[in-house]
C-alpha cells in the first residue's frame, strides 16, 4: 500500500498500472487483486490509510482523558494541526484522489469516500465534547466535515487561495486562524432556530435534537443595555 500510494501520488491512478505496483512492491500482480480486488479498491484504502492512521490515534487519545479535561481551545489546535500537518504531508496523493473521483474512476458517484467512515469516528467522539459542555444547537456531521473540508483546501489548493499574497501565510499562522474558526464558531453561536432537511416545521433552539443540539449558554452580553 505504501508502494502504490508512493506511485499514485508521482503518476496519478490513470498513470499508475496494478503491474508497476507489483514490480515496485516486488511482489506478482495477482497478489494485489487476491487482497485488494481491484486497482480502485487498492487505490481507496492506499488514500485513507495516512488518514486512517490519525483518526485512529487521536480518537484513543480523546477517549482516553475525561469529557472536559482539556480546555476546548487544545482540543481544536490539536485536531486542526494534525489534520493540516496530515493532508501537507500527503498533499500528492490526495491530489490524486480528486482527481481520479473526477474523471477517471468508473463508479466514482457510487463509490463510498474513503474518509467517510473515519470522519463519522472523529464526529462520535466531537459528540460527547460538545454536549458534555453544552454547545449549540449545532449540525456536527455538517460542521465537521466542512472544518476537514476548509483544512483540506487549504493544503492542497494554497496556490490558488494564496496566490496574492506573497509570502503566502505560515503554517503557524494558518493553524491559529482555522483554530478560533473552528472554537467560535461551535462554542459562541447565537440563539437559532435548528431548520431540519425533511421540511418539517423549525424546531426551538432550546430542545434537544436527534442528541446534537443542546440549549444555549447564557449570553455574555445579558443584561448589558444595547446601544
Not at 495516512?50 to 480518537?59: C, I, L, Q
Not at 462520535?124 to 476548509?150: H, K, M, Q, T
Not at 421540511?199 to 452580553?221: C, D, E, F, Q, Y
Request: hydrophobic content about 45%.
Amino acid at each position: 500500500m505504501t508502494t502504490a500510494a508512493e506511485l499514485f501520488a508521482a503518476r496519478g491512478y490513470a498513470g499508475t498500472t496494478t503491474r508497476d505496483i507489483a514490480v515496485a512492491s516486488g511482489v506478482h500482480e495477482s497478489l494485489i487483486f487476491r487482497h485488494f480486488g481491484s486497482k480502485q479498491d487498492l487505490f481507496m484504502q492506499a488514500v485513507a490509510e495516512p488518514f486512517a492512521d490519525f483518526v485512529t490515534e487521536y480518537v484513543r487519545g480523546w477517549e482516553a482523558a475525561p469529557v472536559m479535561a482539556r480546555s476546548f481551545e487544545s482540543l481544536c489546535s490539536e485536531f486542526v494541526a494534525g489534520v493540516f500537518d496530515l493532508f501537507a504531508e500527503h498533499r500528492q496523493v490526495a491530489m490524486a484522489l480528486v482527481s481520479a473521483r473526477a474523471y477517471e474512476l468508473d463508479d466514482a458517484e457510487d463509490a463510498l469516500s474513503p474518509f467517510a467512515p473515519l470522519i463519522a469516528q472523529i464526529e462520535s467522539v466531537a459528540d460527547a465534547e460538545v454536549s458534555a459542555r453544552n454547545f449549540g444547537p449545532i449540525d456536527l456531521p455538517v460542521v465537521i466535515r466542512l472544518i476537514i473540508g476548509a483544512l483540506m483546501s487549504a493544503t492542497m489548493f494554497e496556490d490558488w487561495m494564496f496566490g496574492d499574497q506573497r509570502p503566502h501565510p505560515s503554517r503557524q499562522r494558518l493553524i491559529s486562524e482555522l483554530t478560533m474558526l473552528m472554537v467560535h464558531g461551535l462554542a459562541h453561536r447565537p440563539e437559532q432556530l435548528v431548520h431540519v432537511d425533511s421540511g418539517r416545521p423549525a424546531i426551538p433552539s432550546a430542545k434537544r435534537v436527534t442528541g446534537r443540539h443542546l440549549p444555549l449558554p447564557p449570553s455574555r452580553n445579558a443584561g448589558r443595555p444595547t446601544a
